[in-house]
């Protein structure tokens, strides 16, 4: 079993930046995968990025290449997003996921374990 908690969200303007974290507990951390994704009010969960369980690949939507950069620390079971130039369309509640060690796709279905959840609200 695996403890997702997200943290960092908060109301930024356009241009501006957040840094999300999401702290793990639980078994086996450093063997899994672990992706972000996000859902706006009345929209489905989409796939923000990923990044394998030893941090050597990622991935991520096209809608947020160059903004934003997935990163892990696997001594303190931490995934982290830092934000960069962010916009209004990024608006949404964004999760953290774990999955299987190499699984750093877009199905949400490949991923075992979910947090609650942070909101990020994006102003113009």
């Known amino acids: 079993q695996v403890q997702l908690a997200e943290s960092g969200g908060g109301l930024v303007q356009a241009g501006g930046s957040l840094r999300l974290s999401c702290a793990a507990s639980?078994?086996?951390?450093?063997?899994?995968?672990m992706g972000w994704f996000r859902q706006a009010p009345g929209k489905e969960r989409e796939f923000v990025t990923a990044?394998?369980?030893?941090?050597?690949?990622?991935n991520y939507a096209d809608s947020v290449k160059g903004r934003f950069t997935i990163s892990r620390d696997n001594a303190k079971n931490t995934v982290y997003l830092q934000m960069n130039s962010l916009k209004p369309e990024d608006t949404a509640i964004y999760y953290c996921?774990?999955?299987?060690?190499?699984?750093?796709?877009?199905?949400?279905?490949?991923?075992?374990?979910w947090g609650q959840g942070t909101q990020v609200t994006v102003s113009s």
């Open positions: 996921a774990a999955g299987r060690a190499y699984y750093i796709g877009p199905g949400s279905s490949e991923y075992d374990y």
């Open positions: 639980g078994r086996t951390f450093s063997s899994r995968a």
């Open positions: 990044i394998s369980w030893s941090g050597g690949s990622t």
